[in-house]
């Protein structure tokens, strides 16, 4: 019979190898700190970099633990204190509550650190002022040999233009270019910031935040960044931008750009056509509906159908908003000066807030029918929108 041997030395030789790279970590280790009546035991530790001290008070009586070098415990009479030591140094400490009752810490070894970098942003596109907020997700990454803890995000806009150039400074210098930035030029206009409270080492996470849009802000096609503000040593991936540029109109001002047919989208075939007379401020609306209730089926009419009514309403706008007065029209006769038509006044009233040059917010009230309400409208088409953004940006750039 013929067996088949085996050398069985390269084994031997991994295995002596697995072992001497396991001897090779450093396995962080915990160790307790007794609070006692008036001492600390032990009073002088020496640890490792990574290594967690817990203080630990079972006296019942009231201690705390105090420091310049690390976290705090407050007063209390039993409590159990965990401080996790991610540099070295020397770290003295106290209980202030009972004099001469003192330790020290010396923490050896290199320092951990987070290394934090942004691999991807993502901002909600559309149409926003600052009455509105926009959705901004950064995924952030953590390769480092400790957690981050806590640190900020800041959003940036930059037009578009300004973007584009920066795009050519970054490809021409070696970087990556194209319409993800990795840096945010100079120049850029601070949106809001948001706290991120912990990546973990190793890990990852995916931050979401509501960004504010500040009055401030020129009406205009934007391109949104995110920066950590988080100290590394791989500072050049701290930052990024999105691809798709938002529309940012900061502080919305009412323009003539807003004249056109505006519908609800719950209520189809009808609407309100706007007519916005700049140099008088002033605003008017025809609401075309039908009666709040359905006719008899006896019901006729020589023109029309007997169920179609309108009301027309004017007032004078400021800022984004403006609350019309509405009149009702009667007692005319088609396309004929006779019988003359009256007006009754103060029928009811109807506040307009415009969100964006494509979406307002319109509260109605008509006391004497018991009728009222809030609604969201639109425009029929968007034809219009850019002139309205024009507008608006030569609105807030004027003196």
């Known amino acids: 019979m013929n067996v088949r041997r085996f050398d069985s030395r390269p084994l031997n030789v991994l295995a002596f190898l697995f072992t001497l790279f396991i001897s090779t970590i450093a396995v962080a280790e915990v160790h307790d700190v007794t609070v006692g009546n008036n001492f600390f035991s032990p009073s002088q530790l020496t ?122 400074v970054q490809s021409a210098g070696g970087g990556k270019g194209g319409s993800n930035l990795t840096s945010i030029p100079e120049g850029a206009i601070l949106l809001d910031s948001a706290n991120v409270n912990n990546v973990p080492m190793g890990g990852m996470t995916n931050h979401q935040a509501m960004v504010d849009v500040p009055e401030s802000i020129i009406a205009g096609q934007y391109i949104v960044g995110v920066a950590l503000n988080f100290a590394d040593g791989n500072a050049g991936d701290n930052e990024r931008t999105d691809s798709t540029p938002l529309t940012l109109l900061g502080l919305f001002l009412i323009n003539a750009g807003l004249n056109d047919a505006w519908v609800n989208e719950d209520a189809p075939f009808q609407g309100l056509f706007f007519t916005v007379f700049p140099d008088l401020s002033l605003f008017f609306a025809a609401w075309f509906t039908f009666d709040s209730v359905p006719p008899d089926e006896s019901a006729t009419a020589v023109f029309g159908a007997p169920d179609l009514r309108w009301v027309t309403a004017s007032g004078i706008f400021s800022g984004d908003s403006v609350t019309l007065s509405v009149e009702l029209t009667t007692g005319g006769v088609f396309n004929d000066s006779e019988p003359e038509a009256t007006q009754t006044p103060n029928y009811g009233t109807i506040t307009i807030q415009f969100l964006n040059c494509n979406e307002a917010l319109v509260t109605y009230n008509f006391p004497s029918l018991g009728i009222s309400g809030q609604m969201t409208l639109t425009r029929v088409v968007g034809d219009n929108i850019p002139l309205c953004q024009a507008l608006l940006a030569e609105l807030q750039s004027a003196p």
């Not at 415990?73 to 039993?78: N, T, W």
């Not at 330790?103 to 993502?122: N, R």
């Not at 953590?142 to 640190?151: L, M, P, Q, R, V």
């Open 47 to 168: 640890i490792q970099v990574g290594d967690t001290v817990r203080f630990i008070n079972n006296t019942g009586t009231t201690h705390n633990v105090t420091a310049a070098g690390f976290q705090n415990q407050s007063s209390a009479s039993s409590f159990t204190h965990v401080v996790v030591f991610d540099a070295p140094g020397t770290f003295p400490y106290s209980c202030t509550i009972h004099s001469g009752m003192n330790g020290s810490i010396t923490v050896e070894g290199q320092a951990l650190s987070a290394e934090l970098g942004v691999t991807a942003f993502d901002a909600q596109s559309g149409s926003y002022s600052s009455i509105q907020q926009f959705c901004a997700e950064t995924t952030i990454s953590n390769t480092g040999d400790a957690d981050s803890g806590a640190f900020t995000l800041d959003y940036y806009a930059m037009p578009v233009q300004m973007n584009a150039l920066a795009n050519q």
